[in-house]
């Protein structure tokens, strides 16, 4: 028997595991690209490489219909529609990931303090979560939104401050479990601080459900961006943003302009979609019932 | 209160409105009914509280003032409704005698002895301005007689502390006999007439004010050619013909191209025409459309989106000719304009700025891209159909010029934009209204003044510019009535925030002069100071005055003696229905 035969201990991780069974899942793996398509996308929009002329006003063209010069068509200022949907997405991936990562950090410190500490904290937290849970999150969104005004810190801040309640009770109920744990037991046998049980020995252990949750919450915070500056309370005007692209489009199907809802609603839906495809097969990847090959 | 009252119509016309989709029904095509809409829900249906537009469409069918205006004739003539003859006018302006004619009866009602109508008299009036006035009431309406009728405001405020009530006489409000009015003023008010053809003066019987108390709103009782019929909420009032209406007859004179168009066939035939009229609340734009082009509805104006499809050039589209159905353009005394803050820091004190923003203010595309073409230039506050606007008036900062605008823009000191901070530019959150913020934050882009939008709600909106907070806004203002005065007091230095005047513009001389104005009566003394005035608001730029807004109505081939003007309100009596044409026509939608 030779030692080669015996693989690395650290290979047989959860999450090596998770990335082999990913990596064997074709719909997760486009669904991955799509995601990676659209953060590149973000990324050379906001750097200026590509469709720089979203802003460009040609009042000698509007509504122009879908043209080999415009793809897309163009707006009620002769704008290009294309290259502002694609700019849409700069809004919406940066509401997703500052507004998720927002709820995800608050919700993982609050869950994490209550499930730790129990008694009082846990009593407190959960008072304050289920005070919060009562009030329908899309009513909290908006009264937010309303008091802080249009622009995309008051979104960040509205979707951070209202989407960590699920999250938090998950990683309360994970706290819960693990502090009676051996392994925290050890730790604690050692002289481990609180903080260092906390952060360095629980939190790695329940990372992979931080992981599924992000996802989950990113699509909602797309969805709630496109809702908001629907109604007129996301990004300041003149921001490209899906939501506010299909909001003008409730003027423009009348007079049969349907590309503008087309792009934004199409940009919107291959995103969710491939978010939700890649988020159900992460989840079965990092689930540790899965009987491992 | 006049300031909210009268930009609603905008608003709504702009707001995004989730609403309760109405659908019409037919009440019946053999009577003659007439199918009309409102683009809001109807509050009530008490004089003192016809604010909105949509209200009064139907208050004022029920309920009569004492003067109106001709139907046909224009620009608009007042002329006598309740009243027997116009008021005589004592030498110093400061005394109105009105005769009011003999026998009206006001329409039949439980609240009567017998269910029978009594007859009006003077003292009717006395007692449905006192109610207008009575602060417990909270009419919003009282800004037509605040400051200007003896008595009337010390009454308002006696009343407040309980000792006066409805008996108590008032010095400026007598009645001679049951049938003279005299109305002492507290200094000349030559608008005093415009006023009185308000809906909010109509007389209401104190017997039925007394009977029904807060339920009056629901239980209207006038003197007018309909009476109320039913209401059911969010969707429909139905008004019926009132059986003893008065014998009054369509006039048999108008404009000369009236007989052309028909408007005259009716002639000294006895009013009104209509059995029944149904207002359907139908606050969705698409919802109305399509049920006008159904035939649901008898007339309706042109959404801004179906516009194209319906107008071709400056006529109706064949498709829509051949159905039968006609277009009618009214020029509406309306301004849109955007303000600055004169108060602030930046704009207040800079001329030039403003006018360098004025220049770079493209409003012809504009007027193309937001009106379809459906509106004029505004080149000051005074707005076409009314006394001092002159057609052919040019104001020099009004013209769309970049050079010249970045001359300006230099000598306020800020060569290329350089050193201007970012300036902010308030609207509300409805599509078409961020559109345009949008449209004035590009065109000031061209010149380097970066501009920020600020959207609200309406209400939020208006608390802004109440409060002195918004530094550039945009809105717009429909005429309450056909006088200059009425758009120049946007301006006069006793309205600044929390008043009408928004832009909170002083100027002694402007002041001087609407003061002056204000004590003479129209002729061309007047007209002569209105323009001065306007001379001064153009060199001084408070505004950049927008558009003058044209309405396009297409109405069916049925309809007869249409003749719209957003300030006729009483004009459903005028209307006629020809049920064998509508079947006719139906047929063909």
Known sequence: ?293 | MIFCRRLLTFALGLSFVFGHLSCTRRVSDQDGTINTVVSANIKGLDPIFSSDVYTNAVVAQIYEPLLTYHYLKRPLTLQPLLAAEMPKVSEDGLTHTFKIKKGIQFQDNPAFPGGKGRELVAEDFIYSWKRLADPRNQSDGFWVFDGRIKGLNEWREAVLKEEADYDTPIAGLVAKDPYTLEIQLTRPYYQLHYVLAMTYTAPVPREAVERYKEEFINNPVGTGPYRFDSWVRNSRVTLVKNPNWREEFYPSEGEPEDRARGLLEDAGQALPFAERIVFHEIIEDQPRWLNFMRGNLDFVDIPKDNFESAVVGDSLSPQLAEKGIFLQVSTEPDVTYTAFNMKDPILGQNVNLRKAISLAYDTETLIERFYNGRAIVAHSPIPPGVDGYDPGFRNPYKEYNLEKAKEYLAKAGFPEGQGLPELEFSTISSPTARQMAEYFQQNMAQLGIRVRISSSSWPQFTNKIREGQAQIYGIAWLGDYPDAENFLQLLYGGNVSPGPNGSNFQNEEFDRLYERASRLPAGPERTRLYQQMRDIVVAQAPWVPGAHRQSYYVAHGWLKNFKRNSMIQDYFKYLRVDPKKRAELKAKL
């Open chain 1, 1 to 293: 028997m030779s030692q080669s035969q015996k693989p690395p201990a650290r290979r047989n991780s959860l999450w090596w595991d998770a990335l082999r069974h990913l990596r064997r899942q074709p719909l997760a793996m486009v669904s991955l690209g799509v995601i990676l398509f659209y953060v590149g996308l973000a990324l050379l929009c906001s750097a200026g490489v590509i469709f720089t002329d979203y802003a460009l006003v040609d009042h000698n063209r509007p509504y122009q219909e879908p043209s080999w010069e415009n793809w897309l068509g163009t707006d009620i200022f002769g704008r290009d529609v294309l290259a502002r949907a694609a700019h849409g997405s700069i809004t919406s991936l940066s509401v997703g990931f500052v507004g998720t990562g927002l709820a995800l950090v608050i919700g993982t410190l609050l869950g994490a303090l209550a499930g730790y500490f129990g008694g009082r904290t846990d009593d407190l937290v959960v008072w304050f979560y289920t005070t919060v849970d009562t009030i329908p999150y899309i009513l909290l969104v908006v009264s937010l939104a309303f008091i802080m005004g249009p622009s995309l810190q008051t979104l960040y801040l509205a979707i951070g401050l209202t989407f960590w309640v699920s999250h938090c009770r998950i990683v309360r109920a994970e706290f819960l479990k693990h502090r009676e744990r051996d392994y925290v037991q050890g730790a604690l046998a050692v002289g481990a601080s609180h903080w260092r049980r906390i952060f360095i020995h629980i939190l790695p252990n329940i990372f992979h459900l931080i992981l599924i949750n992000f996802s989950l919450v990113f699509v909602t915070a797309v969805k709630s961006e496109v809702i908001l500056s629907f109604l007129g309370l996301g990004v300041e005007p003149g921001v490209p943003s899906w939501g506010m692209m299909i909001n003008d489009a409730r003027l423009e199907l009348p007079r049969g302009v349907w590309w503008g809802l087309a792009a934004a609603t199409g940009f919107m839906f291959f995103l969710i979609l491939a978010f939700n495809l890649f988020n159900d097969a992460l989840r079965e990847a990092l689930d540790p019932k899965r009987s491992r090959v």
